[in-house]
């Protein structure tokens, strides 16, 4: 399964290396692929080459999309028309859609939300509807994958993991790195 993480001047750089670390280790291809050339700065002044340039990858390849937060990566993945296009496509293709800290707010924007129960960072709860909004660490509905912040990080890797190869690799990975659960 091949999985693109985009990422944003200002990520979560916690929440980026947890992601992509926890899916490879899980056996999943994982891209990281940023808005500009890189080295991409995170929020906390880290900066991580990106495996591409979002201009030069086959969204049509992937069959997930994972956002990580950080502020303001997140509004800088909100304010790209392509990663909108990108996140409204790959949803209604079916395929996953998964944001974790603020990022979420992504999937409001670009309008995949309506109907569906997601988590987001407490700060942007104001975002969602009360019909919409689940106070949980991370919340599955379908293809959408959401989670709250930097603490939840390695449940939300975790969970994507079993969601995408299955609860025993999840099982297997936990043991491996003595994660709870």
């Known amino acids: 399964m091949l999985v693109l993480v985009p990422m944003a001047e200002g990520f979560e750089e916690i929440e980026f290396v947890t992601i992509v670390d926890i ?6 291809d994982v891209v990281s692929a940023s808005l500009k050339e890189g080295p991409i700065e995170g929020s906390h002044k880290i900066g991580i080459v990106p495996d591409a340039l979002l201009d030069d990858i086959e969204a049509d390849q992937f069959e997930a999309v994972v956002l990580p937060g950080g502020f303001p990566g997140f509004v800088n993945l909100g304010e790209d028309e392509r990663i909108l296009r990108l996140v409204r496509e790959m949803n209604e293709k079916g395929r996953y859609v998964a944001a974790i800290c603020g990022a979420p707010s992504v999937l409001i924007k670009a ?14 709860k104001a975002q969602m509807t009360a019909d919409q909004h689940v106070d949980e660490r991370v919340v599955i509905d379908g293809n959408i994958i959401t989670s709250k912040a930097i603490g939840t990080a390695l449940e939300f890797a975790l969970e994507l993991v079993e969601v995408f190869v299955g609860v025993e690799k999840r099982k297997e990975l936990a043991r491996e790195i003595l994660a709870r659960r």
């Open 23 to 28: 899916l490879r280790r899980g056996g999943l």
């Open 111 to 124: 309008g995949i939300l309506e109907g569906r129960k997601a988590t987001i960072n407490p700060a942007g």
